[in-house]
């Protein structure tokens, strides 16, 4: 099969153009002939432009690639080497959505031919890939894994907004239905990866140490999270804590925050979902959600508090929100939790204004109902910064001045500002 690719005999097929999906497909236009495959008209319009949706990859990253982009599935036909990369979501119940990969797999099996590959960069719990992707590969296909077709797993490491850890110097994990196939795929990945590949002995293997990835960050920061509202209580700034412990040579100094995105403040919910399933209640992954995802409500309301600590009828009160992308420097909204700061302020009336440099405005009103404005409007009771974008982080407290009342707070999540504002009201977690 790499003998095939290389030479450029079959094509390969990567499905879906995201942040993990277009990276991969452009890296791997530079030595195969690659089809990139998209279900959205308006992304594909963009990439045939060489612009890319997400922001991340300048005009540059498309020349000299050896790549189309389509939606049109009968030109999957031409290749013989699949990558599946779509979202794997959760819903509104906090369940794995696996309708995008199922999709995305039922496109596959209506090319798959005897001798291809299909390779899931997905996040999904452990054991996905074999009890939910290769029966419908099969039934849909007629073909039998191992016998006629090969089946592997490669997760994403992609991390938007990070241009020290990219595709090709992060370790690759490679796994694969048997030792065959999983030299072939390695041999592919250790193309485009020169940090090389890990070759992990089993597909689930592969899912399982995905999921541990995201899930060990989200238990630690749930836990400063946690330690965060202890020290507020005790009148303990947090960030002045993580400094003095982080003397310590095995400390590890993990921050509070906002745990939103399609990675840490998801993953974690597939892996309670297979829990359940083995009728185990994992009690440390759901206790870190649960006060991952409170922490928006939490901010909220220590807003609130102090709103009215200095007098202020909350039906007067007007807030400025900075930042609803998910984290810091991207255009990815994604499960933001800025959304449920939003959703809790207005609970109590109060006046609520939303900005950020980086994401799309309607992309956010269609996901959050939330108007963004191009700029800050007037005087407010109270600015949040919310995300640490770089414009956000070069502020001083005269810019801060400009934007608020006399009386007026500056809550500040990430501490970013601890040091900068002096006599402004002031409080991070």
Request: with cysteine; charged share 25%; aromatic share 8%.
């Amino acid at each position: 099969m790499y003998n095939q690719l290389i030479s450029k005999k079959i094509k390969m097929a990567v499905i879906g153009l995201g942040y993990v999906g277009l990276p991969l497909a452009l890296e791997f236009a530079k030595h195969f002939s690659v089809i990139g495959y998209d279900i959205s008209q308006r992304n594909l319009k963009l990439l045939q432009n060489n612009i890319d949706p997400s922001n991340e990859l300048g005009e540059e990253s498309f020349k000299n690639r050896d790549i189309i982009f389509t939606s049109n599935s009968e030109e999957l036909r031409e290749a013989g080497f699949f990558i599946i990369a779509v979202p794997t979501p959760i819903d509104k119940y906090n369940k794995p959505d696996l309708r995008p990969l199922l999709s995305a797999t039922l496109t596959v099996s209506n090319v798959l031919s005897p001798g291809d590959y299909v390779i899931y960069e997905s996040t999904v719990y452990p054991g996905c890939t074999y009890e939910e992707c290769v029966p419908l590969l099969e039934r849909v296909s007629g073909l039998r894994m191992r016998r006629d077709f090969k089946v592997g797993y490669s997760p994403e490491r992609i991390n938007p907004g990070d241009a020290e850890h990219s595709l090709q110097n992060t370790i690759k994990i490679v796994s694969a239905c048997d030792e065959e196939s999983l030299d072939v795929t390695a041999k592919v990945y250790e193309s485009v990866v020169t940090a090389g590949v890990h070759k992990a002995p089993d597909i689930r293997v592969a899912e399982a140490a995905k999921i541990i990835e995201n899930t060990q960050r989200d238990v630690n920061i749930a836990l400063m999270n946690e330690l965060s509202i202890l020290f507020n209580r005790m009148g303990i700034n947090t960030f002045d804590v993580i400094k003095a412990a982080a003397t310590k040579w095995n400390f590890v100094p993990y921050t509070p925050g906002l745990v939103g995105g399609h990675c840490i403040g998801v993953d974690p919910y597939y892996m309670v979902h297979k829990a359940n399933e083995l009728k185990y209640h994992p009690q440390m992954i759901a206790s870190g959600r649960f006060v991952n995802d409170s922490m928006g409500g939490y901010i909220a309301k220590q807003t609130v508090k102090k709103l009215l600590s200095n007098d202020l009828p909350l039906l007067r009160a007007k807030v400025l929100i900075m930042g609803v992308t998910y984290k810091e420097n991207v255009s990815d909204i994604r499960n933001s939790k800025v959304a449920d700061i939003v959703k809790e302020l207005q609970s109590f009336r109060v006046a609520v204004d939303v900005v950020d440099p980086k994401a799309d405005p309607h992309a956010v009103e269609e996901e959050y109902q939330i108007k963004l404005l191009s700029q800050p409007a007037g005087k407010y009771h109270a600015v949040i910064v919310a995300v640490a974008h770089r414009e956000y982080v070069q502020m001083t407290e005269n810019d801060f001045k400009q934007l608020l009342d006399p009386k007026g707070l500056v809550v500040d999540i990430r501490g970013v500002f601890k040091e900068t504002i002096k006599e402004l009201r002031y409080w991070s977690l």
